[in-house]
């Protein structure tokens, strides 16, 4: 025990003080080649992952320079297309384009009736006009007398 503890003087450190100081300085010298090898892996996966960066950076600045010809090369024509959009635009918006869909549809409803009827007449003139070439005329024994 020592007799000055409770006074405020400094302790001064004895033998086992020392033995304690070295075994903890020899415990850092042995684990100091461990922490060196995990450090080398360390600055290894960091020297990778460097390398691979750089050739990700390098594809990516590829990549950059296509896509930068690619917008040189579109550029031009899509504003040459401005104009005619402005004006498909501007006819899109107007009034009588909302009506296209009904008048399509009233033609539909009342022309294409009207088209089939058409047709079917058409198809019935056909098929008597088809018997009347098929019949031999009577009159040719006649010599056109009424």
């Not at 020297?47 to 950059?64: D, N, V, W, Y």
Request: proline share 7%; no cysteine.
């Amino acid at each position: 025990m020592d007799p000055f503890r409770g006074l405020g003087m400094p302790r001064i450190p004895g033998f086992g003080d020392l033995l304690a100081l070295l075994q903890t300085q020899t415990e850092a010298l042995a684990q100091l080649p461990r922490t060196l090898a995990d450090l080398n892996g360390t600055v290894r996966q960091l020297t990778e992952a460097t390398t691979s960066a750089k050739e990700t950076i390098a594809a990516a600045q590829r990549m950059a320079e296509r896509l930068e010809e690619l917008v040189e090369e579109l550029e031009e024509p899509v504003r040459a297309l401005k104009p005619g959009l402005e004006r498909v635009g501007r006819v899109l918006d107007d009034p009588a384009v909302d009506t296209v869909p009904d008048t399509l549809r009233r033609i539909h409803d009342d022309l294409l009736p009207l088209i089939h009827g058409l047709r079917q007449a058409q198809s019935r003139v056909g098929s008597v006009t088809g018997l009347l070439r098929r019949r031999p005329r009577d009159d040719a024994d006649d010599d056109g007398g009424w």
